[in-house]
């Protein structure tokens, strides 16, 4: 049973920064995309960060970008994300997410429960 659990959000100042971790068991995810997706009150989910596991290879949302960075560790297999200059408007539920197919929101096999963060002051 694939499990992907999340960690780290939490309250922060607007400028601040805050890194979430996603745990990943029950399966081998060297083929996987992982990444996080987010969602505010009231809007639709959003694709921030994802990561290619066996090449490393990364990709953004615009709004994210030089800001945030995702990253994994192979041997933990767990994927982070260090979110760097927080901005209110990054205040949602963020969720881990693995895809077989890729890191586009209809290629999502398996999602997390998700961890709050919030950015006000």
């Known amino acids: 049973q694939v499990q992907l659990v999340e960690s780290g959000g939490g309250l922060v100042q607007p400028g601040g920064s805050l890194r979430l971790s996603c745990a990943a068991s029950g399966g081998t995810f060297s083929s996987y995309a992982m990444g996080w997706f987010r969602q505010a009150p009231g809007k639709e989910r959003e694709f921030v960060a994802a990561?290619?596991?066996?090449?490393?290879?990364?990709n953004y949302a615009d709004s994210v970008k030089g800001r945030f960075t995702i990253s994994r560790d192979n041997a933990k297999n767990t994927v982070y994300l260090e979110m760097n200059r927080l901005k209110p408007e990054d205040t949602a539920v963020y969720y881990c997410?693995?895809?077989?197919?890729?890191?586009?929101?209809?290629?999502?096999?398996?999602w997390g429960q998700g961890t709050q963060v919030t950015v006000s002051s």
């Open positions: 990561i290619a596991w066996g090449t490393g290879f990364t």
């Open positions: 997410a693995a895809g077989d197919r890729g890191w586009r929101y209809n290629e999502i096999d398996y």
